[in-house]
């Protein structure tokens, strides 16, 4: 049961992201319910199996959000990231956990991203992408971000001289 | 360098194959005419000769604007008449040259050569020298080699040639289990079409003509498949060759549209070696390459989508002809550890979480669906029961990681180096944790989509290890 955790933990900020991000996502999913039962009112069809599908799709769209709300603070202490000598690894999950190893010869290059509610609490998301996959951290200061794209870059460049 | 003086036209032979393209392009228009020329009415054929003389016009257009130039470092295409388009590919960076060549090329010495390289970008290969003279393959791989950065190693031996001898093209076709697939569909399907009062006549009458004609048709309808499957193989496979010349592989194949392809070793990302079922049977494996580098997706109907070394091989040979083939990943017999004999429970309990219901309500509306379900239900049950006996893996030289799997009918082992592996993760969930199990993935890069391939539902002990002796030891 002792699941080993990485060094690195994200901005406690990020915790303030996620919340306003999945209350913007719940905003948006009862503003699209409301649009369609208000077509469906409308056109006197809100009746029998419509009535129970829009009610239902309510009843989950709150469900989800609460869960995601409530699990913010667990699942907070499961993203983490270290940077070793030779690769840098991810960590992710709550109920659903994974640890994933990105050797730094393997980097094609790296990318950072900034929405509204993240450049609010001055933080970026930095994506690490191979030729086959993309990996991001969720956020990070920007000073953090800026250091690791540096000294990622650096250690890619070191590691090419051994590739073929 | 001045680069205008080498720019060339391709040979005029490739207008036709421009114009066999478009062709295909518009064939449903030209069916639609077709259906609709029933009347006197002149106008489908002005149609259709509107249509043929624009692709004609289209085509010399395409072949005197479409130029190409090689020079030592790189290949240069070109484009447009108003929007020029210049592609420029240096020989480091190509994944591999393909070879086609449509049969009325071959009395002129001409083919098609399809050049890839590993980016991003999805649909046909990077560059296609539509028609040139045939040895313009050996120019761009004299190029090519030159700037390679490995030496050529004389790394030759007597036995570097692979033939598929005319009774194993049989065998493909034969052992096909997607045609096996089809004729069991098709054969239901009849079952299925037929009233049940003919149904229960076939029982009893034997003699009865409807009850005979009822056997011929289904029997009829295996021989047209197996005969299909047969077709397709010796087009496919027909006189198919596997050579390596010092670092680089030369796959050639085809009846009618014969092809070659020439892949470095170095390119090469991973090696499967497949074991079906059926084939077993006749103690024989396929080997096929995972390759990085944009599949050209011109829906050609006869292409092997996947790249085969060795189509079928008798099962004492395949590792050390591999080895003959690949010597750089040094492969050998792999001797599987099998990591999840006792883990069947985990394999099945989603299963028969899903399946135990849907069974019951299957029974609850009607005997024969019931039955038929469980049939299924069992069958499911039991592959999963096989592919959780089989799962397994084992390192090899502290460098090449070899995972069996067990997937639709075939016991596959995938071997892949660790400098191949773009990235590793571990997970698990919440209620696996407590029981130390977890599951492991590998993803690499296959033409131009990331692929995983892993092993589900294996202790902590078994990651650590991979881990330690692969991952973490080169």
């Given at each position: 049961m002792d699941y080993p955790l990485l060094e690195n933990k994200l901005p406690e900020t990020l915790k303030k992201v996620w919340r306003k991000t999945s209350f913007t996502t719940l905003l948006i999913a009862l503003l699209l319910g409301v649009i369609i039962t208000g077509i469906f009112f409308y056109f006197d069809a809100l009746q029998g199996t419509w009535l129970i599908v829009s009610l239902s799709y309510f009843a989950l769209a709150i469900v989800i959000y609460l869960l995601n709300f409530l699990l913010i603070d667990y699942r907070y202490n499961f993203f983490r990231y270290e940077v070793t000598s030779k690769e840098i690894i991810f960590q992710q999950g709550f109920i659903f956990r994974s640890i994933t190893y990105v050797p730094?010869?393997?980097?094609?290059h790296i990318e950072t991203e900034q929405g509204p509610f993240l450049r609010r609490e001055q933080l970026m998301e930095l994506i690490i992408h191979t030729s086959a996959t993309d990996h991001s951290i969720a956020g990070l200061s920007i000073e953090e971000a800026q250091m690791i794209r540096q000294n990622v870059m650096r250690k890619v460049e070191e590691t090419d001289e051994y590739e073929e | 360098m001045s680069m205008k003086s080498e720019r060339q036209k391709f040979h005029p032979l490739a207008m036709m194959v421009y114009f066999i393209r478009d062709l295909k392009a518009w064939i449903f228009l030209f069916v639609l005419l077709f259906v609709d020329?029933?009347?006197?009415?002149?106008y489908p054929i002005i149609a259709m000769s509107a249509i043929v003389i624009f692709i004609s016009v289209k085509s010399g257009i395409k072949y005197l604007t479409h130029t190409y130039a090689l020079t030592s470092d790189h290949i240069i295409l070109y484009k447009g008449i108003f929007n020029k388009r210049e592609t420029e590919i240096t020989y480091e960076r190509i994944q591999t040259v393909k070879q086609r060549q449509w049969f009325f090329f071959k009395p002129f010495d001409i083919t098609e050569v399809l050049i890839e390289t590993a980016s991003s970008s999805p649909g046909e290969a990077e560059a296609s020298l539509t028609a040139v003279n045939q040895n313009i393959m050996q120019t761009i791989e004299r190029y090519r080699s030159k700037s390679a950065d490995t030496p050529a190693k004389?790394?030759?031996?007597?036995?570097?040639t692979f033939k598929l001898s005319l009774k194993d093209v049989v065998l493909f076709g034969l052992t096909d289990l997607t045609a096996i697939l089809i004729v069991f569909t098709a054969f239901t399907f009849v079952l299925e079409w037929l009233p049940d009062r003919l149904f229960s006549n076939l029982v009893s009458l034997v003699g009865n003509i409807q009850g005979v004609l009822i056997v011929g048709v289904v029997f009829l309808g295996i021989v047209i498949v197996a005969g299909l499957s047969l077709l397709k193989s010796f087009l496919l496979f027909y006189d198919y060759r596997a050579q390596r010349d010092h670092d680089t592989l030369t796959i050639s194949y085809g009846l009618f549209e014969r092809k070659t392809q020439k892949i470095p070793?170095?390119?090469?990302q991973g090696i499967k070696v497949n074991k079906q079922i059926l084939r077993n049977l006749f103690k024989r494996s396929s080997v096929e390459l995972v390759i990085m580098g944009g599949q050209e997706s011109e829906g050609e109907s006869l292409t092997i989508k996947k790249v085969y070394l060795f189509p079928l091989i008798s099962n004492e040979q395949v590792y050390t002809r591999l080895n003959q083939f690949i010597p750089d990943r040094k492969v050998v017999e792999p001797k599987v550890k099998k990591v999840s004999?006792?883990?069947?429970w985990y394999f099945w309990r989603w299963k028969l979480l899903t399946g135990v219901p849907l069974i019951a309500i299957a029974f609850y509306f009607n005997m024969l669906v019931g039955i038929a379900a469980l049939l299924l239900f069992l069958t499911v049950l039991l592959l999963s029961w096989k592919k959780s006996q089989v799962q397994g893996y084992t390192v090899q030289d502290n460098r090449l990681l070899c995972l069996q799997q067990f997937e639709g009918f075939t016991t596959v082992q995938f071997f892949i180096l660790q400098k191949n592996v773009q990235a590793l993760s571990y997970s698990t969930s919440l209620g696996l944790i407590r029981k130390n199990i977890g599951h492991i993935d590998l993803t690499f890069k296959e033409n131009e989509h990331p692929m995983s391939y892993g092993m589900r539902y294996i202790s902590e002990t078994v990651t650590k290890d991979i881990h330690h002796t692969f991952w973490n030891a080169s």
């Open positions: 730094f010869s393997r980097i094609q | 020329l029933d009347g006197d009415s002149l004389d790394t030759e031996s007597p036995d570097n070793l170095s390119k090469i004999t006792d883990k069947v």
